[in-house]
């Protein structure tokens, strides 16, 4: 059995779930600011009480928001645990959503990970009328 907790991530767990899946370090000032500049955290608990799984929110809460970090322990994928997560910011979005208002819920996937995204409702870009997502890196 699975627990779900909201908002409240410690920076320890932040960056071991980040490096399970192979992302890079980041400083301990880099993970506090995006935790605590999240509009919203969840996490995932496992069977054994430690964090199998955590994902974010990041945006301006009214126009767009983005699903950040998605992460979910290598030895638990595909196990439905990335799905609860999902719904779970999907829901937290619908929520602070104006009525009669529309909001975009964006993410950028992982290399692989199209599939799951698209299970989970969301859509694959570039389209017809999409463009592809762009990043730059700042060094």
């Known amino acids: 059995m699975i627990k779900l907790v909201e908002n409240d991530i410690t920076v320890e767990e932040y960056q071991a779930l980040r490096e399970s899946v192979g992302w890079r370090r980041l400083s301990e000032n880099q993970a506090r600011a995006a935790i605590e500049k999240s509009l919203f955290?969840?996490?995932v608990i496992g069977d054994r009480g430690t964090p199998?799984?955590?994902?974010?929110?990041?945006?301006?809460?009214?126009?767009?928001?983005?699903?950040q970090d998605l992460v979910v322990s290598p030895s638990v994928q595909g196990m439905g645990v990335g799905t609860v997560m999902i719904?779970?910011?999907?829901?937290?979005?619908?929520s602070i959503r104006e009525d009669g208002t529309t909001m975009m819920l964006c993410l950028m996937c992982a290399k692989g990970r199209e599939e799951f995204y698209?299970?989970?409702g969301f859509t694959a870009r570039p389209t017809d009328n999409l463009g592809p997502g762009m990043i730059t890196y700042l060094m």
């Open 52 to 67: 199998i799984g955590m994902g974010r929110i990041v945006g301006d809460g009214a126009v767009i928001c983005y699903i």
């Open 41 to 43: 955290t969840v996490k």
């Open 87 to 94: 719904n779970r910011l999907k829901e937290f979005v619908e």
């Open 118 to 120: 698209i299970k989970n």
